[in-house]
Nanobody, 117 residues
Framework: QVQLVESGGGLVQAGGSLRLSCAAS????????MGWYRQAPGKQRELVAT???????NYADSVKGRFTISRDNAKSIVSLQMNNLKAEDTAVYYC???????????WGQGTQVTVSS
């Protein structure tokens, strides 16, 4: 119903910045919430940040003040600006889209973010 394609991952030194983007296609009108999750090796997938179509945001405590999520509803794009990156931010980052009409949440394929200390 909805397809998500992420871009923008890569390798960066600690203290640096990266910007992730996720473009949704398909039945995008069904999307209510978009967000980013991440999964580090040996750890469970965890929430990073979410944003509703009314631009209400929610952040994990570990990224507050460093990461900013934004959304272009007209283009169905969600972005994550990551500043002051730390080694512990290293993970595969996944885009997520959800909504009552959507039913099952959609996931992107993931993009690797590696922060070297």
């Amino acid at each position: 119903q909805v397809q998500l394609v992420e871009s923008g991952g890569g390798l960066v030194q600690a203290g640096g910045s990266l910007r992730l983007s996720c473009a949704a296609s398909g039945m995008t009108w069904k999307i209510k919430v978009m967000g980013w999750y991440r999964q580090a090796p040996g750890k469970q997938r965890e929430l990073v940040a979410t944003i509703t179509d009314g631009v209400i945001t929610n952040y994990a405590d570990s990224v507050k003040g460093r990461f900013t999520i934004s959304r272009d509803n007209a283009k169905s794009i969600v972005s994550l600006q990551m500043n002051n990156l730390k080694a512990e931010d290293t993970a595969v980052y996944y885009c997520n889209a959800g909504g009552v009409l959507l039913g099952r949440p959609a996931w992107g394929q993931g993009t690797q973010v590696t922060v070297s200390s």
